[in-house]
């Protein structure tokens, strides 16, 4: 079976080197030519700058050749993901379409296999998700994530198609529990950046993580996703990660924005928009989502940290 990525990103170009391993020889399509001649003169990929690629990945601009592979790995941020399906002219008819982003679409108010079936209703969409750095994957390090596919046959194809000797793929057909599981993480992450980055301690953060793994299961159960699929890979798995490590964008964001300090503009933080589109659609479907609807108020200045803290603090008193 044939493997292409679209999008020569940080994640893109990792699985890109994780299916080499396995002796695929996997295009990547990238947007820019200069993104295109690094990969294939200089064998390098412009996010992952410390890893040496294999002559086995190349890289082209011709996103139509590239997206006759029978699998396509779609690993752009999400709020580009229906504009990268536009810019393909064939239906994609047959074809599994694996989002390998994290969030929900802020003019459809769908995660990525949403987007997908509106965008290209005659593919089989698919997501893979859950607690993995691109440069771990790079590196060959251990991984366990979650591949989601409502079409079982086309999951378990999948499954073994981009397992490799270090990344184990699990399985399930719950993708709505799979994508709320990765888009909501990284709100959590960035309300817990700013509360270790505004001094409040880690038994803030702990109570943080807890409160918004509620919020991560209330909204996905809202939308018919299964509980244990949040309680795995892709929910709390993702969750434990992202809260906790320096490494990931979403917390270093919000470290920033806790520190008072700035961040660079051009780096990809899923959660911000994520913020957004959660706060619009639980307000739509009458879930109370408390700290996301705070880190979007945080993130786009209507409030500062130290108040949003306040707030959630004195929220009328319940049962856990
Ligand atoms: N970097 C990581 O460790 C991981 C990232 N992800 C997810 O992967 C997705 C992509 O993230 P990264 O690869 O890290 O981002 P990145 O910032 O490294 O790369 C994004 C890529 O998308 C391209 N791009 C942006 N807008 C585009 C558009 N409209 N059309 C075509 N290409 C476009 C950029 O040129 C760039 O090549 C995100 O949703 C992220 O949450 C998931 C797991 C791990
Ligand atoms: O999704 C990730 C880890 O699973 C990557 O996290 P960041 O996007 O916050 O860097």
Same mark, same amino acid.
């Given at each position: 079976m044939s493997v292409a990525v679209l999008g020569a990103g940080a994640f893109g170009t990792a699985l890109a080197l994780s299916l080499s391993r396995e002796g695929h020889a996997p295009r990547i399509w990238a947007r820019d030519a200069a993104t295109v001649e690094a990969i294939n003169h200089e064998h390098r990929a412009p996010r992952l700058p410390a890893i040496t690629l294999p002559d086995t990945i190349t890289a082209s601009t011709d996103i139509d050749a590239v997206a006759q592979a029978e699998t396509l790995l779609l690993a752009?941020?999400? =709020?580009? %993901?229906?504009? %990268?399906?536009? &810019?393909? $002219? $064939?239906? %994609? $008819?047959? =074809? &599994?379409l694996v989002a390998c982003c994290k969030g929900v679409d802020l003019a459809e108010l769908t995660g990525p296999t949403g987007v997908i079936a509106h965008a290209k209703p005659r593919a089989i969409p698919a997501i893979l998700t859950g607690p993995s750095f691109a440069d771990d994957i790079a590196r060959n390090l251990p991984t366990a994530l979650t591949l989601a596919c409502r079409d079982e046959a086309a999951g378990e194809a999948l499954q073994h198609e981009l397992s490799t000797g270090a990344l184990r793929l699990y399985r399930t057909t719950d993708t709505t529990g799979a994508e709320l599981g990765g888009a909501l993480k990284n709100v959590i992450a960035i309300a817990c950046g700013a509360c270790i980055g505004e001094g409040m301690g880690d038994s803030a953060r702990a109570a943080l993580m807890t409160r918004g793994f509620a919020e991560m299961t209330r909204l996905a159960a809202r939308l018919g996703a299964r509980p244990e699929t949040l309680a795995g890979l892709c929910g709390l798995g993702d969750l434990a990660l992202t809260c906790t490590s320096e490494l990931s964008r979403n917390y270093r964001f919000g470290l920033a924005l806790g520190r008072g300090e700035n961040f660079d503009a051009h780096l990809t933080v899923e959660g911000v928009k994520t913020a957004e589109a959660v706060t619009r659609l639980a307000a739509k479907l009458g879930v109370d989502l408390p700290i996301c609807a705070m880190v979007h108020e945080v993130s786009t200045g209507g409030t500062s940290v130290t108040e949003a803290i306040r707030y959630l603090l004195n929220r009328p008193l319940k049962e856990e």
């Open positions: 752009v941020p999400m =709020q580009s %993901l229906h504009d %990268l399906l536009s &810019r393909i $002219a $064939a239906p %994609l $008819a047959g =074809q &599994r």
